[in-house]
């Protein structure tokens, strides 16, 4: 039997079924029909809630074609249903073959990136600065501007030299996957 996952990604849309056939990954809702060979698979990306509780995301990219396959379904106006148990199972079945599809495929955990929320610290940084330079010059006091705009250009420096070792995701084994994520 081919494992399956299903759920209600929204109040009026039919409900998702994806299913793995022959190392195809299918997304059926309604009567819209879409398949993915796990050999074109870029990257599988699992996530959880920030918070704890059983809210499961799974992030997929085939090329630019993306699939989102959730552990919880819409039951009805505040209610969700939750479907971890074949959600795992199904996360489990699928990581499996498509790290055997797809090795150069990258495998990580969806965790809090704060790489992209520093680099728009640092360019709205960087236009203050500019700013700021320009404001004082026309204003005739040209030192306090140089002197504020060196102060803030040495924080940016500081800020552009953390990008390094800012997390960019956690890999996993995917024939392994962790076990507080997919019980």
């Known amino acids: 039997?081919?494992?399956?996952?299903?759920?209600?990604?929204?109040?009026?849309?039919?409900?998702?079924?994806?299913?793995?056939?022959?190392?195809?990954?299918v997304e059926t809702r309604g009567v819209?029909?879409?398949?993915?060979?796990?050999?074109?698979?870029?990257?599988?990306?699992?996530?959880?809630?920030?918070?704890?509780?059983?809210?499961?995301?799974?992030?997929?990219?085939f090329g630019r074609a993306r699939m989102v396959i959730i552990a919880q379904s819409y039951a009805g106006p505040g209610h969700v249903e939750d479907r971890l148990e074949s959600f795992s199972t199904f996360v489990r079945a699928l990581s499996r073959q498509a790290a055997d599809a797809a090795p150069a495929a990258r495998f990580d955990l969806a965790r809090i990136e704060a790489r992209p929320a520093l680099t728009w610290v640092a360019?709205?940084?960087?236009?203050?600065v500019v700013a700021l330079l320009v404001s004082s010059l026309s204003a005739g006091m040209a030192g306090?501007?140089?002197?504020?705009?060196?102060?803030?250009?040495?924080?940016?420096?500081?800020?552009?030299a953390a990008l390094p070792w800012l997390s960019r995701g956690d890999g996993f084994d995917p024939r392994d996957p962790p076990r507080d994520l997919l019980p």
């Open 1 to 25: 039997m081919d494992p399956t996952h299903s759920a209600r990604l929204a109040p009026l849309q039919p409900e998702t079924v994806w299913t793995l056939k022959d190392g195809t990954l």
């Open 32 to 61: 819209r029909v879409r398949g993915f060979p796990l050999s074109a698979l870029t990257r599988f990306r699992l996530a959880a809630a920030p918070r704890g509780g059983h809210r499961r995301v799974l992030q997929l990219s």
């Open 123 to 128: 360019g709205l940084l960087a236009i203050g």
């Open 144 to 160: 306090v501007g140089i002197d504020m705009a060196a102060r803030m250009s040495f924080v940016l420096i500081l800020l552009l």
